[in-house]
């Protein structure tokens, strides 16, 4: 099982690598550098050539990629130059806010999934089951940030239940109770909001690993040993099924940050999402480059964790 | 000169392991296998699974790469790439699964004509006529012609795969287990049928099966593999009534006998050969547990004993 | 009750096929009594796989008619706490394919002391333990305690049936259904495992059902054999009478397209036509009259019944007495010879 984590690790950093170049090669083709936006026109163009050879802007791509990819390793991802300060900087509060909205967003996916998954799939035909089929087509059918939207003028403007926007009340201490309090009440509607669309798919898919489950020959064998119905399907059917779920797992933080793209900007939520459509919208591309950087990475990372969690659950790769 | 003549062949494929997925050894499926077949006659390959049996046929077709050998049809050299003849087309497969060799979502005409298609240029009106002619020849309706697989019968989709084996008129048809799948009234009426056609077709067939009461009624000269080696080939007289190898003892003994009157004589032989496997495994398997080089008993009878004899 | 240990009577297993119900097993009859191996011979479709999970009450969606007497209880109609109560304990099954009927993710150990937990709930689980490695011993599993933990995909196909066959004597039961026990395993190991489960028969006194389409299986393993076609019994004898004296043209069919042991024949007897599937059983007259082309008329209009011909010797035939096959003649002779 070592083995097979630590090649698969292997596997993991040549993926980053590849991931970073491309990221700045598209960077590169993109119009203009960081000069072009934030110079006086009435300036001596020599002396704006002057400063990019000053800079490194014309030096060949792979020489600026290293010297971009140097300063990443070292936390310098470059300044923003609509906020004036370090993309680092920047990035850092919002990374811990998506942080906390996804854990959210993920908790509550598996609690909506499991129990409706194992209904449905327990009890596949039955009354239960054509419901929670319905709901999960309907949550196919509808888009999130039309879903986020309706969801923020019920519960948000209407009800008054939950705040409107930002990720936590102002003047309150950090650390303090009341302040944790408040993230969690601010996180809490984006999260349900993206969860109940999000988790449809895992619904789905545990529900199909069920009914696949139920037919195999095991579970005869299990039933001739004389086992109830229950411990069949909590000792043979469930554990069997939930593992490609949990295989799933990756998967669903590649979905997560397609959702907080929509759901932080609908929420007003600051979060990498929020920041990203920001700072496309304003051609702040040095932090458009981090913040897809930190998105591929999570994707990379999502993926390696599916497969560490399987190798551990499966001992058909565990022994390998 | 021999019609097909396997000599020395060796198909290995890689181990993959360690950290960067390096080849570390080899599985040696087929492992330094020589034969020859007659024409007209019935070649029966015999094995348990693992015995490289399938791996052997498949290489022939060249559906597996040879990692050494030679294998030799009509006097020309079969394994050599970027051949301009392709003799291919003289050599068909059928395959063991009725029910998966055929592709499900294609009418019995396209599976039937997909030869036809790769090797001659037919109007489709010549294209009908001769899949009914091969339906006619395999004792399909030609109605047939646009159902599609699921709505045929096991012993039928076996005729619809050996149809599409004989459209291109081959001389040498291999048949990996083409009954294993059947029920038994069905295989008679398989077995039965391949008989017909290689006396109507002048075919030769090496016959892939790990059931030896089918090798038997089938065919003419037999080889027997283990952990893809020959331990054993002759006739189908020399195997069955003077086997030499354990192995092939072991075989033979372990087939169930339909006649209850001699279950004790039965369990009788298979105790004996036991005691012998048990007591002579050394005499018959290498320290790696694989069976020895041929040394022929009679013209006809080779086993695979120990140099010394 | 005598010494019957299991009785089956007008047993009907049909299955729901769109609106309507269709029998797989229509109106079977049998017994089996302590220490006796019954073998069940039929092809696919024949509803053999049907009757041994109907005994075990297996169908979870089934519409089961008639009565299945084991030790006091009607399986046909039983509850199911009862019923866990007896499968497992007092009856057992081995299983085709012993690749699939075992859970990929569990140690082969656990999944037989499942077993022993389910009806000896008093044993601790070092106990159970040992009787694992017992077990395994006497399966004939080299190193048990190290094959304790492994998982069905490290063992070979053999060593699976073993394991299998494990876990179906682990409480030592009374019935055993054996279906296809060797069809998916090499020659070599079904001679072994076929030996395994003769010994164990010996040493536990249970009654087996054997069920299996060889022919050569049977004349091995069985005391009695029944011949199933269509859903129904054709035919059911001692195993020497059925061998040397079939009666039922279906039986006799089957025997002649064997490949025969000892002289090859040019040709294999051949049952024109195919099995017909369960929505195209014919329902009146005898069913395998439709595959004999020259058969009489009445065949399609009479349904005959099961009656005995010599003691023990059924047959579910009106014509046996005077039908013959076209090739049969040249057969005897040769059968004559030999």
């Known amino acids: ?320 | 000169m021999a019609f097909l003549k396997v000599e020395d062949l060796k198909v290995h494929f890689p181990i993959k392991g360690g950290l960067f997925n390096r080849t570390i050894g080899a599985i040696k499926a087929v492992d330094g296998v020589s034969f020859e077949i007659e024409q007209g006659k019935t070649y029966g390959l015999v094995g348990e699974s693992g015995s490289g049996k399938t791996t052997t046929g498949r290489a022939i077709v060249g559906l597996n790469e040879i990692t050494e050998g030679k294998i030799t049809y009509e006097g020309e050299e079969l394994n050599i790439k970027g051949k301009a003849i392709d003799p291919r087309r003289d050599i068909q497969m059928i395959f063991q699964d009725p029910y998966s060799s055929l592709n499900p979502k294609k009418r019995v005409l396209d599976i039937v004509a997909e030869p036809l298609r790769n090797y001659e240029k037919l109007s489709r009106k010549e294209e009908r006529q001769r899949v009914h002619e091969l339906l006619e020849q395999v004792g399909l309706s030609p109605e047939s012609i646009l159902k599609y697989p699921h709505e045929f019968s096991g012993g039928q989709r076996q005729r619809i795969g050996v149809a599409r084996a004989i459209a291109l008129k081959p001389k040498l048809i291999i048949a990996d287990e083409p009954v294993s799948a059947l029920d038994v009234s069905v295989q008679a009426q398989v077995l039965n049928f391949m008989q017909d056609i290689q006396k109507e077709l002048n075919l030769t067939y090496l016959f892939i099966s790990h059931d030896l009461g089918i090798v038997k009624h089938m065919c003419d000269e037999i080889g027997i593999m283990y952990k893809g080696r020959y331990v054993e080939s002759g006739t189908k007289q020399d195997i069955f009534n003077s086997p030499q190898h354990i192995y092939t003892k072991r075989l033979v003994a372990a087939i169930p006998d339909i006649d209850p009157k001699k279950r004790e004589e039965k369990k009788q032989f298979r105790q004996e050969v036991q005691t012998e496997y048990e007591q002579s495994y050394n005499d018959y398997f290498d320290n790696e547990g694989l069976a020895y080089g041929l040394q022929s008993v009679s013209d006809t009878h080779l086993v695979a004993l120990p140099e010394k004899g | 009750m005598s010494k019957e240990l299991l009785e089956i009577k007008n047993l009907k297993t049909s299955f729901r096929i769109k609106d309507d119900y269709y029998a797989a097993v229509d109106d079977v009859t049998l017994t089996l009594n302590k220490n006796e191996v019954l073998g069940i011979v039929g092809e696919s479709g024949s509803g053999k796989s049907a009757l041994a999970f109907s005994v075990m009450g297996l169908h979870n969606r089934a519409k089961i008619e008639g009565n299945i007497h084991f030790k006091d209880a009607d399986i046909a109609n039983i509850s199911p706490a009862k019923l866990n109560k007896l499968r497992g304990d007092d009856m057992a099954m081995i299983f085709q394919d012993p690749l699939t009927a075992l859970n990929p993710l569990m140690p082969v150990g656990d999944q037989i002391a499942e077993a022993i937990l389910l009806h000896k709930k008093d044993m601790s689980t070092k106990q159970r333990r040992n009787k694992v490695v017992d077990l395994l011993n006497k399966v004939g599993i080299p190193r048990p305690e190290h094959t304790y933990d492994q998982f069905p995909h490290e063992l070979s196909g053999g060593m699976r049936q073993r394991i299998i066959i494990a876990t179906a004597i682990a409480n030592q039961p009374e019935l055993l259904i054996a279906d296809e026990p060797t069809t998916a395993l090499d020659v070599t190991i079904q001679a072994q495992i076929l030996d395994l489960i003769r010994d164990l028969k010996e040493d536990m006194n249970a009654g087996i059902i054997l069920i299996t389409h060889d022919l050569g299986v049977v004349a091995e393993m069985a005391d009695r054999v029944a011949v199933m076609y269509a859903g129904q019994i054709v035919e059911i004898a001692e195993v020497g009478a059925l061998f040397d004296n079939p009666l039922h043209p279906y039986t006799r069919s089957l025997l002649n397209s064997m490949p025969s042991e000892d002289e090859a024949q040019d040709k294999l007897h051949v049952i024109q036509g195919i099995v017909p599937s369960l929505q195209n059983l014919p329902r009146k007259g005898c069913r395998f009259a439709a595959r004999i082309p020259w058969v009489e008329e009445s065949a399609h209009e009479e349904n005959p019944e099961l009656h005995e011909v010599t003691p023990g010797h059924f047959v579910r035939c009106t014509c046996h007495n005077h039908f013959y096959f076209p090739d049969e003649s040249k057969e005897e002779q040769a059968n004559g010879v030999s």
């Open chain 1, 1 to 320: 099982m070592w083995k097979f984590i630590v090649r698969r690790l292997f596997i993991t950093l040549p993926q980053v690598i590849l991931l970073s170049v491309l990221i700045f090669l598209m960077a590169q083709m993109m119009p203009g550098d960081a000069l072009s936006g934030l110079i006086d026109p009435n300036i001596d163009p020599a002396a704006i050539e002057q400063q990019r050879e000053n800079l490194g802007l014309n030096n060949p791509w792979y020489v600026q990629y290293t010297d971009w990819i140097t300063g990443a390793l070292q936390g310098d991802l470059g300044q923003s130059f609509r906020y004036k300060m370090p993309v680092t900087e920047l990035v850092e509060q919002r990374l811990i806010n998506t942080f906390w909205l996804s854990v959210a967003t993920l908790l509550i996916t598996y609690i909506i999934a499991i129990p409706l998954g194992i209904t449905s799939g327990r009890y596949n035909d039955s009354w239960a089951d054509q419901m929670i089929t319905g709901y999960t087509y309907i949550g196919f059918a509808t888009p999130l940030f039309i879903f986020a939207l309706v969801m923020l003028w019920v519960f948000g403007y209407q009800l008054g239940w939950f705040p409107t926007g930002g990720s936590v009340a102002p003047g309150l201490e950090p650390g303090s109770f009341d302040y944790v309090l408040s993230k969690l009440q601010h996180l809490l509607l984006p999260a349900i909001s993206m969860a109940l669309i999000t988790t449809v798919n895992t619904v789905q898919y545990l529900r199909s690993e069920i009914i696949d489950t139920k037919q195999k020959d095991f579970i005869i064998t299990a039933r001739a040993k004389g086992a109830s119905e229950s411990r069949v399907y909590n000792r043979h059917i469930l554990r069997n099924s939930l593992l490609p779920i949990a295989a799933f797992f990756g998967f669903e933080i590649t979905g997560l940050i397609g959702g907080t793209v929509f759901v932080e900007n609908i929420f007003g939520y600051p979060g990498m999402g929020d920041l990203f459509i920001q700072s496309i919208l304003l051609r702040d591309y040095s932090v458009v480059t981090a913040v897809v950087l930190l998105f591929g990475i999570a994707s990379i990372l999502g993926a390696l964790i599916s497969d560490i969690i399987l190798s551990l659950v499966d001992p058909r790769i565990r022994i390998k």
